[in-house]
């Protein structure tokens, strides 16, 4: 149990599919990422918020369109995906992005996203 | 290049010594990760390091930094079958940028 939890742990959608990613923390902390992680290229980092509010936007499509109503939960909203889309995403939280430059992650076990 | 950087795969035999390495190359890196993913699951934090640091010891686990070379390692003592996973390396940088860039990972196989 890592305290990081991420629903479906599968998903198979058609380009034309709309479908949302869901993540909660069970970890009191401040701070949510979504990463991808493919067999072509290493962990990328696609979104982080911190306090509810987004920090960071990795240069992402906008067929990908994240969500955070709260510290504790975090959505990735999905729509007219493109195969190569494809690849286990990754919810992550951690305690403040804020301050402490030493910002360990914890990871749910991800959802393995395919795109027909 | 990539920032950090990891070789692919490495195969060791169970009881012997592993030893992955990781090259980065953001001087301004603070603090120095590994993470393992185990199959079907996400990362998770096996130790970290601050630059200002040469050795970490915990258990099985020794990291040793070189920050003239931006060059950090993680050894794994007496390997057992069950450290077969993918090794992560990262680095965080005090640039205002929080989030951790990843290595591409070292996939351990431990042959019994």
């Known amino acids: 149990e890592t305290g990081v939890t991420q629903t479906p742990r599968h998903l198979v959608m058609g380009m034309t599919n709309k479908k949302s990613l869901k993540c909660e923390q069970h970890l009191g902390h401040n701070a949510m990422y979504w990463y991808k992680q493919s067999a072509k290229k290493p962990l990328e980092l696609m979104f982080v918020?911190?306090?509810?509010?987004?920090?960071e936007n990795n240069s992402v499509p906008s067929r990908f369109s994240p969500e955070c109503p709260n510290s504790s939960h975090l959505f990735l909203h999905l729509h007219t995906l493109q195969p190569e889309d494809s690849a286990l995403y990754l919810c992550?939280?951690?305690?403040?992005?804020?301050?402490?430059?030493?910002?360990?992650?914890?990871f749910g076990s991800g959802t393995q996203l395919s795109v027909l | 290049g990539e920032d950090v950087e990891q070789s692919l795969f490495l195969s060791v035999r169970e009881g012997d010594s592993s030893v992955i390495n990781c090259t980065y190359t953001d001087s301004s890196s603070t603090y120095l990760y590994w993470y393992k993913q185990e199959p079907g699951a996400g990362l998770q934090l096996l130790t970290y390091?601050?630059?200002?640091?040469d050795m970490k010891q915990d258990q099985r686990l020794t990291v040793l930094l070189n920050k003239k070379d931006k060059h950090l390692s993680l050894r794994i003592a007496d390997t057992q079958t069950g450290d077969s996973a993918i090794y992560f390396c990262?680095?965080?940088?005090?640039?205002?940028?929080?989030?951790?860039?990843f290595g591409s990972g070292t996939r351990l196989q431990v042959q019994p």
């Open positions: 918020y911190n306090f509810k509010e987004q920090t």
């Open positions: 990262a680095e965080s940088r005090d640039t205002g940028r929080r989030a951790l860039t």
């Open positions: 390091i601050f630059s200002n640091m």
């Open positions: 992550a939280s951690s305690q403040d992005q804020g301050g402490a430059t030493n910002e360990k992650l914890f």
